[in-house]
């Protein structure tokens, strides 16, 4: 199975800021990552797929790059409704597998 | 606008088996793959296997096969998922979600499964 290795595990960030998430992959899965936002007793929520692109009503502050091996997911400009636990997904291969997880906090 | 609803909050004794539903609303249940995805307390997502509702064919996680059956019914547009042999590990909140060409578009909303004596 392919492992993702997302880091950092959790975050603190000011109101405002610009924050990055990564994720690594095992082996070369081309562009086949997703992100997600899961917020404190709800499902997931689809943000970016392909790797850089933004799912339909998810707004512009959420962006993601990467390719290959290695990912990033970007949030600017946070916000206190961007509390959340963020994780990485690749679908490359079945079994789906996910990330760990970043805990992100606002300062 | 697509829905996928699951079935209650489950409580089970170790040893038993759960059922868990998931009905699709919004789009029709045969274009689109459902994966069934857990998240027990403190760990991350765990992939348990895929369904394809045209045919009814599935695929495992190997870590369920032989526990876990995957069934649909396309006149109700319900997808079902059955773990067998329910043990402490199994406690979790359950998800299933549409493939929407590879990414998880939609999720259900999460049936918690806990098992205790």
């Known amino acids: 199975d392919i492992q993702l290795t997302q880091s950092p595990p959790s975050l603190s960030a000011s109101v405002g800021d610009r924050v990055t998430i990564t994720c690594q992959a095992s082996q070369d899965i081309l562009k086949y990552l997703n992100w997600y936002q899961q917020k404190p007793g709800k499902a997931p929520n689809l943000l970016i797929y392909d790797a850089s692109n933004l799912e339909t009503g998810v707004p512009s502050k959420f962006s993601g790059s990467g390719s290959g091996t290695d990912f990033t997911l970007t949030i600017s400009n946070l916000q206190p409704e961007d509390i959340a636990t963020y994780f990485c997904q690749q679908y490359d291969n079945i079994p789906w597998t996910f990330g760990q997880g970043t805990n992100l906090e606002i300062k | 606008q697509v829905q996928l609803v699951q079935s209650g909050a489950e409580v089970k004794q170790p040893g038993a088996s759960v059922k868990v539903s998931c009905k699709a609303s919004?789009?029709?249940?045969?274009?689109?793959?459902l994966h069934w995805v857990r998240q027990a307390p403190g760990h991350a997502l765990e992939w348990m296997g895929i369904i394809n509702p045209r045919g009814g064919t599935t695929t495992y996680a190997q870590k369920f096969q032989g526990r876990v059956i995957m069934t649909r019914d396309t006149s109700t547009s319900t997808v079902y998922m059955e773990l067998n042999s329910l043990r402490s590990e199994d406690t979790a909140i359950y998800y299933c979600v549409r493939d929407g060409r590879r990414k998880g578009d939609y999720w259900g909303q999460g049936t918690l499964v806990s098992v205790s004596p």
């Open positions: 919004g789009y029709t249940l045969s274009s689109y793959y």
